[in-house]
């Protein structure tokens, strides 16, 4: 009874690595070390920005001007390297103190850049 248990599980589990193996399939690449660098640093771009836009104060004024935050953050998720090193220059470049003159900066530069991308239709009304 034992050996007889032990021969069904054992078919059981070469079935379904048969079944589930193919539905897997894994693909390796080489990443070399200048690829890994503009990632991480494409990653710590996005972590600042997002983390700006997180703000209450920019969600707030972001939805009086009629931006969705989230549809707002998914095309920051979207942006090139370059397009958010922009982005981030701007912010370091605006005073510390939270003034609402920095709050409006940041949602302007989400503003132009959402219009650019074809998201909004906020300056093409002007």
């Known amino acids: 009874m034992k050996r007889s248990f032990q021969s069904l599980v054992l078919r059981m589990v070469a079935v379904s690595m048969l079944v589930c193996a193919p539905l897997a399939p894994v693909h390796a690449v080489i990443v070399d070390t200048e690829q890994a660098m ?10 600042r920005v997002n983390s700006a836009l997180s ?13 969705d935050p989230a549809e707002a953050s998914e095309r920051i998720n979207g942006l090139s390297a370059s397009e958010l090193a922009a982005i981030d220059g701007q912010l370091a470049d605006l005073p510390a103190g939270g003034s609402l003159l920095g709050v409006l ?22």
Do not use: P
């Open 55 to 67: 703000r209450a104060e920019v969600r707030d004024q972001l939805v009086a001007l009629g931006v």
């Open 38 to 47: 503009l990632m991480s640093e494409r990653n710590a771009l996005l972590d």
């Open 105 to 126: 900066g940041i949602v302007l530069v989400v503003l132009i850049i959402l219009d650019m991308v074809g998201v909004t239709n906020v300056f093409s009304k002007l």
